[in-house]
């Protein structure tokens, strides 16, 4: 982590700088250069360290059948959820649905961002991190660092901000969690990945579409802060039956 930092270092910091007008430019920049160089070091630490003869097929990254078509079912999964999640909030009254023109430009542009974040979270933290961890730890304590840390570096903000949207936080716990029995339940990374894009890019279709439109008839403690679904009652709920259906997964690496 620490040459991984020391490498980004001189490429992010002069691009903040650069594009400082433009932060949200600026970040996808500098993130995409941070994981081009974790890509290139990971089967490097891999070989060296552990003495790996497939690093990336160790971590759950193998191009096999079954990990895309278990990628391409958690996508959609991930994106019915999402879409039942939004369809209750119509059916109780407390969001108007309201088709746009934009949904299918969102669609095509979400399915890329999606699957993007999903790809570099996942084999971080599904993949690296949780290999690591593994050495180390009982099948318990891993699972539960591991949705920690992973809810605590998405929860990065200002501590007023932190306050206000606290419900975040237990929102992410949870899906750290399904997403580390995913990839337990599964062996590789590809369900981790899909479902990861898959409720990304429902919400991206829904958010970016302008397909729903709330009618603050409930507190946003129950339908998600700032519109967020993980930072509300309701998607607590939805994450607690992905659990349900994900928690019955084989403890530790022995599944890989």
Known sequence: ????????????????????????????????????????????????????????????????????????????????????????????????????????????????????????????????????????????????VNALIFAALHFIKPLSEMIRTFPQFPGLVLLGLNLVWSRWKYGGLGMAIGLHAGLIWGYYIINVGQLIHYTDKVSPWITGVDRNPLAGLLGLIFLGFLMVWLGDAPRGSNTQ
């Not at 993130?31 to 097929?57: R, T």
């Not at 993007?116 to 009982?138: K, P, S, T």
Request: with cysteine; hydrophobic share 50%.
């Open 1 to 144: 982590m620490l040459t991984l930092g020391l490498l980004w270092a001189p490429f992010a910091l002069p691009l903040h700088w650069f594009l400082r007008h433009d932060t949200n430019l600026a970040t996808i920049v500098t993130m995409a250069i941070l994981f081009v160089e974790f890509l290139i070091l990971l089967p490097l630490w891999g070989k060296k360290v552990y003495h790996l003869p497939s690093p990336f097929s160790h971590y759950g990254l193998s191009p096999t059948v079954t990990n895309g078509r278990e990628c391409l079912t958690g996508l959609i999964i991930g994106v019915v959820i999402t879409f039942d999640l939004f369809g209750l909030m119509v059916i109780f009254g407390w969001a108007t649905l309201h088709p746009s023109p934009q949904v299918l430009q969102a669609a095509t542009e979400g399915i890329f961002t999606a699957l993007g974040v999903g790809f570099a979270e996942e084999l971080f933290f599904r993949g690296w991190f949780l290999d690591e961890l593994e050495r180390d730890y009982r099948p318990n304590t891993v699972l539960w």
